[in-house]
């Protein structure tokens, strides 16, 4: 066909078909800019957030107050003043500890050291024998067969007393100090250790006719008596005053009691006023260890009569004197 079978306008819609020239498309941008644009675009305080936590990392800012070395930090300076808490609390303890002991030899019990055989069997030389010091405050009175440590009345140890060991320099102010407060019984005290036998109004008397000391008219079994030992060489009668107390060693032929004192005021009797305590326990050595009780013997003792008048002495056989 010619040209005039082309429907009109077929070269405009040739060039309608033609494909339009592409564009050059834009390089896509990193996730984190686009992440931060979309996020700026939403939400700016996140945005805002954003940006400074990536300034504070570029700049190189301390970690939050609650991170992993903060915590350890903190744990170090916690340990730091429980170290020091303690440190400062030990002399404060130091010191209650020894007020506490000092009172508990005061007032409650105190270590004595034995340095003669005069209650022997019964306390050896060497012995720590503990002292009840409280009962008195409380009004208990000393019984007949209680062991009971006292002051020297006046010229009974006459120099018996046994000498302290020579301690280095230093160490001899160490155990006084400790003696003193409590914590180790004393070596050179002027004090006696004795066992109660006649009580105030009681008559004491040696011997019956078996040998026996008797009080009150009993007799006494004294098992207690150094194994050879009489329960008295030496004869007397005594009636003892109120207030005092009539005392004799276990070692009968080694003790220089109240019989050994029959001459002087009193008839050889001591002072109520000047008993420290009653021994109640033998604590040192663990070998030894054993309580000081009331033998039986002393319950079977009649109280005095309140009419009984005082009697001579029999008279008394003279011996040398011991602690």
């Known amino acids: 066909m010619g040209s005039r079978g082309r429907p009109r ?3 405009d819609r040739g060039r309608e078909a033609e494909p339009e020239p592409r564009r050059p498309e834009p390089a896509p ?15 700016p305080a996140s945005a805002s957030a954003s940006a400074s936590a990536g300034r504070a990392e570029e700049e190189g800012a301390a970690p939050e107050p609650g991170g992993r070395a903060e915590r350890r930090r903190l744990a170090r300076r916690v340990r730091r003043r429980r170290r020091t808490r303690r440190a400062g609390e030990l002399p404060l303890l130091v010191v209650v500890a020894l007020c506490i002991a000092l009172l508990l030899k005061t007032f409650l019990v105190q270590a004595f050291f034995i340095p003669s055989g005069s209650m022997e069997q019964t306390i050896r030389i060497g012995d720590r024998v503990l002292v009840d010091k409280l009962t008195p405050w409380f009004g208990a009175k ?16 006459k120099g018996e007393a046994a000498q302290p060991d020579q301690d280095p320099a ?11 407060i409590g914590l180790l019984p004393s ?10 036998v006649g009580v105030g109004g009681d008559t004491v008397k040696c011997c019956d006719a078996r040998g026996r000391v008797t009080v009150n008219g009993a007799p006494l079994d004294e098992p207690y008596v150094s194994p050879g030992n009489a329960p008295s060489e030496i004869r007397f009668e005594v009636h003892v005053p109120k207030g005092r107390l ?4 276990d070692h009968r032929a080694n003790s220089a009691d109240s019989r050994y ?18 021994a109640v326990v033998i604590a040192w050595p663990f070998d030894h260890w054993r309580r000081l009780e009331q033998p039986a013997t002393f319950l079977t003792v009649p109280d005095p009569a309140r009419t009984g008048r005082r009697r ?10 011991f602690a």
Request: net charge negative; glycine share 14%.
């Open 9 to 11: 306008g077929g070269r």
């Open 29 to 43: 941008e990193p996730a984190s800019e686009a992440a931060s644009a979309s996020a700026s675009a939403s939400d």
């Open 142 to 157: 000393v019984e007949r067969g209680d062991v009971v440590v006292f002051k020297d009345p006046g010229g009974w140890l």
């Open 170 to 180: 230093g160490i001899k102010q160490i155990k006084e100090a400790l003696t003193f």
């Open 187 to 196: 070596a050179d005290e002027q004090d006696l250790i004795k066992r109660v």
């Open 246 to 249: 009539f005392v004799m060693g």
């Open 261 to 278: 004192h029959l001459d002087e005021a009193f008839d050889g009797t001591i002072d109520e006023n000047g008993v420290v305590g009653q």
């Open 312 to 321: 001579g002495r029999l008279g008394r056989r003279r011996g040398t004197a």
